[in-house]
């Protein structure tokens, strides 16, 4: 039975109300103590009965085989958080990437890459921060949960893999090599000075 807690699949992650204005600029507000969403100034907010049930459920029998062929999409990808925030239904790891606004006839998903798609499935584009491009898709069949939609969420999924690996690798590189110890150089130097002067 699903409740307002997310569906945890493992980690945590730090929403906006509307996710993708949140991604696209900085707004007054705060952040929910409850759910960790953004709450815009102004902006009534019900997280306690904000479920995926709650955001799904008068979907047609067509847009509901969708979502749930993009859901078991989405966890067969491995560990994530899965919870509903405002109108959307967010798909996370360290961070999101992706979610879905289910709407009357379609389902908006939003996709966060590391580059700009240029696809017919792909409606429009936005730099969501310095690292990641949100590319807004339609969903309106379970036919179209497939390739390359579904190759699209998996590269999403595996974006923080690579994001983290390419971290290490540069702390790594960055590492200063440790410097030779001269101590025991200079010692040895002075000891030879020292005998020298003994001799003359």
């Excluded at 100034?41 to 509901?64: F, I, K, N, R, Y």
């Excluded at 899965?82 to 961070?95: E, L, T």
């Excluded at 798609?117 to 949960?145: E, M, N």
């Amino acid at each position: 039975m699903l409740t307002r807690f997310a569906t945890v699949i493992s980690v945590s992650h730090h929403s906006g109300s509307d996710p993708l204005h949140h991604y696209n600029g900085t707004m007054a507000g705060r952040e929910c103590y409850h759910c960790k969403q953004w709450i815009e100034e102004g902006e009534e907010h019900d997280c306690w009965t904000t479920t995926e049930t709650a955001l799904t459920q008068d979907l047609s029998g067509v847009l509901q085989d969708a979502w749930e062929r993009l859901r078991e999409t989405a966890i067969s990808f491995g560990d994530q958080r899965i919870y509903a925030s405002h109108k959307s239904v967010m798909f996370s790891r360290k961070s999101c990437y992706f979610f879905v606004r289910p709407k009357r006839n379609f389902l908006e998903v939003c996709v966060f890459l590391g580059r700009t798609l240029k696809a017919p499935q792909v409606l429009r584009v936005d730099r969501a921060s310095k690292y990641k491009i949100v590319h807004v898709i339609q969903v309106t069949h379970r036919d179209q949960v497939e390739a390359p939609i579904t190759d699209w969420l998996r590269e999403a999924y595996e974006l923080f893999d690579v994001r983290a690996s390419n971290a290490n690798r540069i702390r790594a590189n960055s590492t200063p090599k440790p410097r030779p110890k001269l101590k025991k150089a200079k010692a040895a130097r002075k000891g030879d000075v020292a005998r020298k002067s003994k001799r003359r």
